[in-house]
Nanobody, 122 residues
Framework: QVQLVESGGGLVQAGGSLSVSCAAS????????MGWFRQAPGKEREFVAA??????????NYADSVKGRFTISSDNAKITVYLQMNSLTPEDTAVYYC?????????????WGQGTQVTVSS
């Protein structure tokens, strides 16, 4: 089992920045990936960003809607993953979920965090 605990989030004005983090614990397997999804009211959960590691290489993927504005990173132990969100718009308002799983042409989540609310006011 893998446990994921998000922190951060909150309320910010449009154009502002916010960061959320995710601490992972438990049986994290080799070759795993970690990512962020979000779900706005009345909408389906959507992919935001992911990071995975292979040897000495780090790979990052972003949804088109957040490219150039959001950055996913991790600590050296790959236990905590961060999502730095800049130039936020009201359309970024959602519950943000951390996920752990694998990358196979897309992110396949096996574990989810409880979610953290991000609200962007206009």
């Amino acid at each position: 089992q893998v446990q994921l605990v998000e922190s951060g989030g909150g309320l910010v004005q449009a154009g502002g920045s916010l960061s959320v983090s995710c601490a992972a614990s438990g049986r994290i397997f080799s070759g795993y990936a970690m990512g962020w999804f979000r779900q706005a009211p009345g909408k389906e959960r959507e992919f935001v960003a992911a990071v995975r590691w292979s040897g000495f290489m780090t790979y990052r993927n972003y949804a088109d809607s957040v490219k150039g504005r959001f950055t996913i990173s991790s600590d050296n132990a790959k236990i905590t993953v961060y999502l730095q969100m800049n130039s936020l718009t009201p359309e970024d308002t959602a519950v943000y979920y951390c996920a752990a799983g694998q990358w196979s042409g897309g992110f396949v989540a096996a574990y989810w965090g409880q979610g953290t609310q991000v609200t962007v006011s206009s």
